[in-house]
């Protein structure tokens, strides 16, 4: 199975603030990569997939980037509505494999 | 809209089974996939498989072949996920999750989980 590994697991930051979380996987992916977001009790929810395309719906604040092995999640300007858990999923071979998760919380 | 509804919260003591239900509504049911995620308390996501809805074929994770069947019933729009010899590593939200584009490859919508307790 393809490992991914996300970091920070953990990031403070305040509302405005430029954030960016980086996975890797353990091996090539192309550009098979996902990011969810997920808060609380609730569902994920799908902001990126191949690497870099924005989901309908999600702010443009948000944006993917990298392929092959290293890949990035950059939130340009952190909104209140943003504090929430963060992962990355590679979509390249079965079984599809998530990270970690990078947990963004309020400074 | 698109919706995905669970069944509700189960316990179950070790070595039995569980049958979570994901009935979809707000799109033609037997387009593609259906995958099933699970996530532990407090811990991250984890990948079980996924069943084609329209062809009934199934393909799962090692780590649950031989104890998960996934099922569909296209007449009600509804997929299932079963899990045998339950142990207390398997109490988790259990999430059902719409195929994005036919790919296999990502996931678009969401139910709303099913939270399943082992404990005896």
């Known amino acids: 199975d393809i490992q991914m590994t996300q970091s920070p697991s953990s990031v403070s930051a305040s509302v405005g603030d430029r954030v960016t979380i980086t996975c890797r996987a353990s091996q090539g992916i192309s550009s098979w990569l996902a990011w969810y977001q997920q808060k609380p009790g609730k569902a994920p929810n799908l902001l990126i997939y191949a690497a870099s395309s924005l989901q309908s719906g999600v702010p443009s604040r948000f944006s993917g980037s990298g392929s092959g092995t290293d890949f990035t999640l950059t939130i340009s300007s952190l909104q209140p509505e943003d504090f929430a858990t963060y992962y990355c999923q590679q979509a390249n071979s079965f079984p599809l494999t998530f990270g970690g998760g990078t947990k963004v919380e309020i400074k | 809209q698109v919706q995905l509804v669970q069944s509700g919260a189960e316990v179950k003591k070790p070595g039995a089974s569980v049958k979570v239900s994901c009935k979809a509504s707000?799109?033609?049911?037997?387009?593609?996939?259906m995958h099933w995620v699970r996530q532990a308390p407090g811990q991250g996501l984890e990948y079980m498989g996924w069943i084609n809805r329209n062809s009934g074929a199934t393909n799962y994770a090692q780590k649950f072949q031989g104890r998960v069947t996934m099922t569909r019933d296209t007449s009600i729009s509804t997929a299932y996920m079963e899990l045998s010899r339950l142990g207390s590593d398997d109490t988790a939200v259990y999430f059902c999750?719409?195929?994005?584009?036919?790919?296999?490859?990502?996931?678009?919508?969401w139910g709303q989980g099913t939270l399943v307790t082992v404990s005896s």
């Open positions: 999750a719409r195929d994005f584009d036919g790919s296999g490859r990502y996931f678009d919508y």
């Open positions: 707000g799109y033609t049911f037997t387009g593609n996939y």
